[in-house]
Each structure stands twice: as structure tokens, then as C-alpha cells.
């Protein structure tokens, strides 16, 4: 497990813009050096934490010597299944605070404000242009994730049998006005006439299709698109001549066929749109559930057309591992447990997965089997993660949801959870210039504000607060 910790600011050449260091008392050296050990102390806090919460436990407990956090070399403790590529799973998050502008930060000049939230939606109302530029920073993360394998101590396992997790949060793509027309989804049998979501999926798809991210899951945050539910509506609009969808596109990695999903978000909350907007708030109007796919023209024949596997019931299979996952509210309203419970005969799963704004794991069910993992990338900017250490009949209301010790999750200030485990190492990304216009550069974001969530404030008195990735350590598979 690598504690190492990119806190750096790389000086760029040529016409790039440079950026100075934030830090007056410690060299940038002596800083990364310094949080460095903070994280490296925190997981070992947090492994000491579970071998006294389970000492004197009886047998039913998983052993705490073995907490199931490997190394980048160890071997598995366990065959692998032969349905099975992988022994391990690994969390990486890109943690971007997605929730919009802040207008008192001036972000918001010449823009809808919601006066509850005072933020705006952000980015560009020529969408190419729009989709472009959010495209170009998550070709940014990919980079940064290629470039870690040649460091001496890299953050992600280099293991193949390891599969790793990346997660951007809810709302990553939602466009200058709240939303992208289902037009943008729409299939031509000629590329060049094909909605400019699709032009973007493709793209996606070529670069993840890389060697370098053949052991990937690419959940690439969410999508929210919108429709008028009749042809022959026109003039204002209201929340309900509208569709309103949220979706999460999923990809496997690498070269050969690609394996393609979306994740369809079922509940609206009061947060996923803005009020006093061109684009209505459906929570205004009483509205409380995403339409389905197949109530739009579009979406339902272009999932079809492009072999894309709509989810419906939160669950999937990746290459053998049983995967639950849900999109904000649906996890707080227990979506995955439910359908467990009424499809597959309450059966558990492997891995959860939560992609959010404004969520963490233990506010609803994290139906995962003894030795399991809740992996959470939010679009406050925090990400979690959370390890089942019990052999015990499974409890909707105990796993990953206990406060009796352990390290602390958000709020801050608040109780601590006792089986969450830190992340062991954290990026900050150098793209102020690329976030300009399109995500708050004022916003708590990045590896400083996740210290702070573990109760450690090294934050400062920063104007700027760049969005990082975060890396877990590999955990295996029950």
C-alpha cells in the first residue's frame, strides 16, 4: 500500500501558465513529505482501530490481522474463481466539486442564480464546445492515471488481477443549462449527423480503449439530458412537459469489444436542479422520479442500436464480480437493497458503488458481503470508502452505518464510523485554467479538504482549491 502523496505543483515550459506555490512555512518538498505521513499515519490509525474493535469479538468477525487492504505486490489470500479475472478491487476517485458556481465568488456574472444555493449552473451554451471542454479534462485524468505507472512508487496497483475503480461524481456532465437535449444522444447511421453525446461516447471510448486501462471501470459520473414529453408542445415549458433523465455511463476498459452500461438515477432530488432557471425544477412541480427510457423517442432506440446495457435494478456483473450501484438519492431510498430483496433473494454483493452530490455511505443500505467494499465519489468533493469486517447475518441498518469509533466521514464535526478505511495517496490536478467557466474554482475541493474530512485541517487561506484524484488501497474480493 503506498502512502505517497502528489501534493506538487510541477512548473510548466513553453506558453503554459505557470502556478506558485500556495505554501509559506514548508518547502513543497518538506509539504508533501509532511501529509505524507499524515495519510500513512491515518491508515495505520484506522487498521489499529478495526484490530481493537475486534479483539475481543467472537468468531463471526473477520480477522483483523487480515482487514483484506493489500499491497500493490501481494499475492491473493484465496484462489481466484474461475468466473473470476480479478482478486482484488482498487477505488481511485476524481474528486471535482460539481454542484456549480458561486455567484458571491462572482462566477455567476450575466447568469440564472438560485436564490436558496446562490451558485448557477456553469459552462457553455454552445454545447460542442461545452462537451469538448469537460471532455478535456477527463482526458487530463486519464494522463495523470497512465503517467503513475512509470514513478518508482506508484499510487495504483500495477497487479492485473487488480481491477480498478475510477469514479467521477454526479452532475460531471450537465451542461450550461441544467441539462443536454436527448437530441445530443441521437444515433445517425452517419457519424457525422450523430448527436454530439454520441460524437463524445465514441471518444471515450477510443481513449479508454488503451492497453494501459484494460483493468479499468470507467463510471463516468452522470449525464442529465432532457426531452418534451409531446411533439406537439411549444412556447414555455413547464417541469411537467418535460422527461428528465440522469443516467451514469459505464465502460470496461481496454482494447477488444467494449463492454457498455448506464445506470438510470430513479428519484429526483431537490438538489439535482437549480431553481429560477431557463430549465424548470421539476421539485417545484411536485415531481419526485426520472422517466424511464423507453417514455423517450430517443434514448430507449439509441441504447438499443449501440448495444448498451440499460440498468434498471442497480446491479451488474463485471468480469464475474457481482456490482451493486446507485446515483445519489437512490441510495438513501435503499434502491439497491430493494431490488436484492425482490429480484435475487435479498442476495449481497461484492462491491456498491455510489456516485453522488451531496450523499455518503451511511446514510441508506450497503447490502455487501462479509469482506466487502462501499465506494463513494461525490460531487461536494469528498470521496469514501468502506470495508465489511463481520460475518454476521447481514443488517441493512449496521453495515457501514455503526458510530461507535473509527475514522470520521462528513460531515465534519460529526460521528465516527467504524469500518471506513483511507485512501493512500492523492493528486491534486493542475487544471485551474481548464476548470474556469465550467466547475467553482471556490469550492472546498481536493486533497487539503480531504485531509479535513478526516479531522486533520492543513487547508489554509487558499483563493483556489484544485479537484484531485484519490487513491484507496486494493482490497480483496470476498
Not at 200 to 213: G, K, P, Q, T, W
Request: charged content about 25%.
Amino acid at each position: 500500500m503506498t502512502a505517497e502523496t502528489d501534493l506538487l505543483l510541477p512548473v510548466s515550459s513553453g506558453n503554459s501558465m505557470t502556478r506558485q506555490p500556495r505554501y509559506n512555512c514548508l518547502t513543497i518538498s518538506n509539504w508533501a513529505l509532511v501529509v505524507t505521513l499524515i495519510i500513512a499515519l491515518i491508515v495505520d490509525i484506522t487498521l489499529r482501530t478495526h484490530q481493537a474493535a475486534n479483539s475481543d469479538s467472537d468468531e463471526s468477525s473477520i480477522s483483523p490481522t487480515t482487514l483484506n487492504v493489500v499491497s500493490q505486490s501481494t499475492q491473493p489470500s484465496t484462489p481466484i474463481p474461475n468466473n473470476r479475472r480479478y482478486h482484488a478491487t482498487q477505488f481511485v476517485s476524481f474528486t471535482i466539486n460539481t454542484l456549480g458556481g458561486s455567484a458571491s465568488h462572482g462566477e455567476c456574472e450575466g447568469k440564472a442564480i438560485d436564490p436558496t444555493s446562490d451558485t448557477c449552473y456553469l459552462g457553455d451554451t454552445d454545447v460542442a464546445k461545452d462537451i469538448e471542454h469537460r471532455l478535456s479534462i477527463f482526458k487530463d485524468v486519464l494522463e495523470t492515471l497512465r503517467n503513475d505507472v512509470f514513478k518508482e512508487d506508484p499510487e495504483i496497483d500495477r497487479d492485473p488481477r487488480v481491477l480498478k475503480i475510477l469514479m467521477l461524481p454526479e452532475f460531471f456532465m450537465r451542461g450550461a443549462l441544467g441539462a443536454y437535449s436527448t437530441e445530443e444522444m441521437f444515433d445517425s447511421d452517419d457519424d457525422e449527423e450523430d448527436g454530439l453525446l454520441i460524437q463524445l461516447s465514441d471518444r471515450v471510448h477510443d481513449m479508454i480503449s488503451d492497453e494501459a486501462f484494460e483493468n479499468y471501470l470507467f463510471i463516468l459520473g452522470t449525464v442529465i439530458v432532457c426531452e418534451k414529453a409531446r411533439d406537439d408542445l411549444d412556447g414555455k415549458l413547464t417541469a411537467d412537459d418535460l422527461l428528465y433523465y440522469n443516467y451514469a455511463p459505464v465502460y470496461k476498459g481496454g482494447p477488444g469489444p467494449v463492454q457498455k452500461y448506464v445506470v438510470l438515477k430513479q428519484y429526483i432530488s431537490g438538489a439535482d436542479f437549480l431553481s429560477r432557471t431557463e430549465l424548470p425544477n421539476p421539485s417545484e412541480y411536485d415531481m419526485h422520479a426520472y422517466a424511464k427510457a423507453d417514455k423517450s423517442i430517443i434514448l430507449g432506440e439509441t441504447f438499443a442500436k449501440r448495444n448498451v446495457t440499460v440498468v434498471t435494478d442497480n446491479y451488474l456483473q463485471i468480469d464475474g464480480i457481482e456490482i451493486g450501484i446507485e446515483i445519489c438519492l437512490d441510495h438513501r431510498m435503499g434502491a439497491l437493497w430493494s431490488h436484492q430483496r425482490i429480484k435475487r433473494n435479498d442476495q449481497l454483493v461484492d462491491v456498491q458503488l455510489i456516485i453522488s452530490a451531496g450523499m455518503s455511505i451511511e446514510r441508506g443500505p450497503n447490502p455487501i458481503k462479509p469482506g466487502g467494499v462501499v465506494y463513494l465519489t461525490d460531487g461536494e468533493a469528498s470521496s469514501a470508502a468502506c470495508l465489511r469486517t463481520d460475518n454476521s447475518p447481514y443488517d441493512p441498518n449496521h453495515v457501514c452505518r455503526d458510530k461507535p469509533d473509527g475514522l470520521q466521514h462528513l460531515p465534519h464535526g460529526g460521528a465516527g464510523y467504524s469500518s471506513f478505511f483511507a485512501l493512500s495517496g492523492c493528486i491534486d490536478m493542475q487544471t485551474d485554467k481548464l476548470l474556469e467557466g465550467y466547475y467553482s474554482q471556490y469550492q472546498t475541493q481536493g486533497c487539503e479538504y480531504t485531509l479535513l474530512t478526516y479531522g486533520i485541517d492543513v487547508m489554509g487561506e487558499f483563493d483556489f482549491y484544485p479537484p484531485s484524484i484519490e487513491v484507496y488501497p486494493s482490497v480483496d474480493l470476498p
